[in-house]
Structures are given as structure tokens and as C-alpha cells.
């Protein structure tokens, strides 16, 4: 199994900054991917980034220029930097692991989820 917890979150004006950080813990050596993915109320869970083990990020179009996912594997903690936020930002972030259930088979891990509001 994976554990996850998120932090970092909190009220921030626009075109603010926050670094939201998820600690991993576990079965960490099956991850082959973890992401960042945000739910705002009414509205559907959204991927916002995602960082394969061999480096490979993807991010919502939404996001790309002004957010960024990176890790650090010694520590086993993933990041997502966010700048230049917008009140369309603000929604519970959620951190994800993929991990190698068998060559063809993986499992999803979710943290608690951590709250991102942006206003003035």
C-alpha cells in the first residue's frame, strides 16, 4: 500500500504563490506516476499535472506556464509549485500515486486532499 499527505495549501490573494508538497510513504518502490488533481465544488475531479518516474510531465491547459510539478525521489515528496493564481484555482488538491500492481495492472492512491483558496 501508499500513503500520501498533502500540504501547502491556503488563502492567497491573485496572482499569488503557494508550493503545495505530498510525502509518500509505503510500498513507494511501485510508483510508476503520481499527479496533482484538483476538485473545485460543482465541478468534476481534473487533473492539473502528472510526472512519470522517467520525468515526463503533462499538465492541464489551464495551468501550463504557470504551474509546475517536480519531485524529489530521495525524499520521496512531490511538488507542485503555483504561481500567478486565479479564483478559478481555488478547489481541494489532491495528490496521486500510480502504482505496479503487474505488467498489466496498476493501483490508484489519493491523499486527503489539501484546500487552495484564491481571493481577495
Known amino acids: 500500500q501508499v500513503q500520501l499527505v498533502e500540504s501547502g495549501g491556503g488563502l492567497v490573494q491573485p496572482g499569488g504563490s503557494l508550493r503545495l508538497s505530498c510525502a509518500a510513504s509505503?510500498?513507494?518502490?511501485?510508483?510508476?506516476?503520481m499527479g496533482w488533481y484538483r476538485q473545485a465544488p460543482g465541478k468534476e475531479r481534473e487533473l492539473v499535472a502528472r510526472i512519470t518516474i522517467g520525468g515526463s510531465t503533462k499538465y492541464a491547459d489551464s495551468v501550463k506556464g504557470r504551474f509546475t510539478i517536480s519531485r524529489d525521489t530521495a525524499k520521496n515528496t512531490l511538488f507542485l509549485q503555483m504561481n500567478s493564481l486565479k479564483p478559478e484555482d481555488t478547489a481541494v488538491y489532491y495528490c496521486?500515486?500510480?502504482?505496479?500492481?503487474?505488467?498489466?495492472?496498476?493501483?490508484?492512491?489519493w491523499g486527503q486532499g489539501t484546500q487552495v483558496t484564491v481571493s481577495s
Open positions: 496521486n500515486a500510480e502504482g505496479l500492481r503487474s505488467i498489466v495492472s496498476t493501483d490508484d492512491y
Open positions: 509505503g510500498s513507494i518502490f511501485s510508483i510508476i506516476a
